[in-house]
């Protein structure tokens, strides 16, 4: 089992820059994929970008070239450095932990408001 514990939301101006962290604890060594998604008011939650074990990563179409994923070691902590956000960008953002087995795990979340 993991917990997870996002934080590093806010509100930003178009344009500006955000990092989310994503600290887990617990049993953190057999996680094969950690990600982020977001769910915006009345929406689904969708996949922003994904990073597994070995380090190969996989972003949204809409976020590429202006999210980054990355981790400082192996697993933890995991961030998200968003540059050039926009309007469309404002939801809240999960963090996700998922096992081999199929288990995933979920962050509390943080809300991230793109606003002028």
């Known amino acids: 089992q993991v917990q997870l514990v996002e934080s590093g939301g806010g509100l930003v101006q178009p344009g500006g820059s955000l990092r989310l962290s994503c600290a887990a604890s617990?049993?953190?060594?057999?996680?094969?994929?950690m990600g982020w998604y977001r769910q915006a008011p009345g929406k689904e939650r969708e996949l922003v970008a994904t990073?597994?074990?070995?380090?190969?990563?996989n972003y949204a179409d809409s976020v590429k070239g202006r999210f980054t994923i990355f981790r400082e070691n192996t697993k933890n902590p995991l961030y998200l450095q968003m540059n050039s956000l926009k309007p469309e960008d404002t939801a809240v953002y999960y963090c996700n932990a998922k096992y081999p087995s199929g288990f995933d795990y979920w962050g509390q979340g943080t809300q991230v408001t793109v606003s002028s």
């Open positions: 990073i597994t074990s070995s380090g190969g990563t």
């Open positions: 617990g049993i953190i060594l057999s996680i094969s994929v």
